[in-house]
């Protein structure tokens, strides 16, 4: 499978390669989905069919609801991003429905003759196959609260439709209709209307899924933001939260050993005993720790993230433990590291102490690597493994640990990036490529890992 899941990916996993569904649709469209070259007439089959497209999109949603059982962490945010990429498209099948556009595509009649002449229309065609089955639709992500994630959503139906648009004002038969300001002016609404189908279907798989509540940001109603604060202390709502949608087992052996070395931190004081005057009292870790506000935003080339101006760009939020959830929960944590950055002694190594109590270990397996107490020439493997050493004190390879994690998620925190830099000498971009790298070869191997 591919990094990110299209239409024709999802249908694959979660109807079987062979199975009658990814049957069903290939001859509905004529050999649109898994063919490189759509005929015209084929792809007018598939507008004509968009009730037959709504009915097979609630058909595969109702089996991913009935087989939610017994899937890892990892298979399940799997599967969950296949019915995202699902609810995507119909969604827009679905706004075609409602939106009822003023033209008739089945009145259209193409002979033999006049499709030897259609050769653009069929390229276009073919760049509508691909924009609605082999394009995935932007993914929840926690740089991509609710609000941001339905922006990205309008402009992607906004696209789409430019697609289709483009496609049908080729067409002689259609050419004129499609032209018309009330055609012109329904499909202007049709990107809306596809966000808000696509936030009702969303919404559904979350009575099942607790975590795509998150994605939505339906949790933020369940409570009042000070009261969301409170229960917040110690990061104490990551672990209950999970704990609700755990798939995984109570681990034992080695993973055992590195959960009860973590969750060991949330008791002890913040500070020594020794620092402390007579008559107070030291809290200790997991009563006193307060989340702190943040920025976050997903990196592309033209980001500046040493930049504290680029930074003073994005939103401040207050909403840690639910974007961690987020993160752990939909696609993108197994595919590329999160990265903290703050100022000296602005708490990053503490939210890694918190952060691996309190990830459940029944559906992760956290190793905390403190990068100032390993070898820092060594690379991220051999790292893992010495503080998997330290932290238990016993010797084991980090594949058969991985392998050992059953329905568990691996999770690799680092702490200490900026002094690794600092000792080493190696450039930022380099060690970062170098984690990212790990994480894709693990996930090639069939062991995908978050890495933070």
Do not use: C, N
């Not at 994480?439 to 090639?444: G, I, K, L, S, V």
């Amino acid at each position: 499978m591919p990094d990110t899941l299209s239409y024709a990916d999802a249908v694959r996993l979660l109807g079987g390669e062979k199975s009658k569904v990814v049957d069903w649709f290939d001859k509905l469209t004529g050999g649109v989905l898994l063919a490189a070259s759509v005929p015209v007439p084929a792809l007018l089959g598939v507008f004509d069919a968009k009730a037959e497209f709504v009915r097979l999109g609630h058909e595969l949603m109702r089996g991913v609801s009935e087989k939610r059982s017994g899937l890892s962490r990892y298979g399940r945010t799997q599967r969950l991003e296949a019915a995202h990429a699902v609810i995507a498209v119909t969604a827009f099948f679905e706004a075609l429905q409602e939106t009822d556009l003023p033209i008739d595509v089945r009145a259209l009649r193409i002979t033999k003759i006049e499709q030897a002449t259609l050769a653009g229309a069929t390229r276009y065609g073919a760049h509508v196959a691909d924009a609605l089955f082999r394009t995935a639709a932007p993914l929840p992500g926690p740089h991509l609260p609710y609000p941001a994630l339905r922006v990205a959503l309008v402009r992607y139906y906004e696209w789409l439709v430019g697609r289709v648009d483009h496609f049908l004002a080729g067409l002689a038969g259609l050419a004129e209709s499609i032209r018309r300001p009330d055609t012109q002016d329904v499909l202007m609404r049709l990107p809306a209307v596809a966000a808000d189908r696509h936030r009702e279907l969303l919404t559904r798989l979350a009575v099942d899924f607790s975590e795509v509540s998150f994605w939505l940001g339906l949790d933020e109603h369940e409570a009042t933001r000070e009261e969301v604060r409170r229960l917040a202390l110690g990061l104490t709502d990551l672990r209950q939260s999970l704990t609700k949608i755990s798939t995984g087992r109570i681990p034992d052996g080695v993973r055992s050993g590195l959960a009860a070395r973590y969750e060991a931190e949330l008791r002890r004081p913040v500070i020594s005993s020794g620092d402390v005057p007579t008559g107070l009292t030291v809290p200790r870790l997991g009563e006193a720790y307060v989340p702190p506000r943040f920025r976050i935003a997903e990196l592309d080339p033209l980001a500046r993230p040493g930049d504290e101006a680029w930074w003073a760009d994005q939103p401040v939020r207050d909403d840690l433990w639910q974007s961690i959830v987020v993160h752990l929960t939909a696609p993108g944590g197994t595919r590329s590291p999160l990265l903290v950055l703050g100022q000296p002694g602005s708490g990053k190594s503490v939210l890694t102490r918190v952060v691996a109590a309190q990830l459940p270990a029944a559906d992760f397996l956290v190793v905390r690597v403190v990068l100032r107490e390993v070898y820092a020439a060594g690379d991220l493997q051999d790292q893992i493994e010495q503080a998997i050493r330290d932290d238990t004190g016993e010797r084991l390879d980090w594949p058969a640990l991985a392998r050992m994690a059953g329905d568990a998620l691996p999770v690799v925190l680092l702490d200490g990036f900026d002094e690794l830099l600092q000792a080493t000498g190696v450039s930022q971009t380099d060690y970062l490529r170098r984690v990212a790298a790990f994480q894709h070869r693990e996930a090639d191997q069939g062991r995908p890992v978050a890495v933070g």
